[in-house]
């Protein structure tokens, strides 16, 4: 049997499809234009923020997969703002879908997803950076916070 791919993406999904899957069984509120207009502005936000982060591995040539061993350090660009902009992505949209089903009782999905992608992937990441990038990793960490 194939292992479970274990990328970001596949870990959102997993989450929405949780998140959908309360909705089924849980009854909700109802979602009004102001909910679905709130909800679709923050997964729109959470896309562009990934597209805005990709474009910077895509500028800076480095790979934008979290198993991979990058090959510069991005400093610039969302990354200024957070250490982990497509992450940060992932958590905004979730919370989007979050209020898109009208759905408060899947609020506790977030610091699940806040969980797994930092041990999985955050902290693995940024032991590879210092390893990679040494006393540069370690004062981007200083100067920029993990999250927001």
Known sequence: MKRF?????????VFLVLNWAIEKVVPGFPVGTFTTALSWSLIGLGLALIGWAAAWFWR?????????????LIVEGPFRLSRNPIYLAMVIILIGAIFGRGQPISLFLLPIFVVVLKARFVLPEEDALAKTFGSDAEAYFKGTRRWL
Do not use: G
């Open 5 to 13: 791919p274990d990328l970001p993406p596949v870990w959102l999904v």
């Open 60 to 72: 800076r040539k480095t790979t934008i997969e979290p198993h991979h061993m990058p090959h510069k």
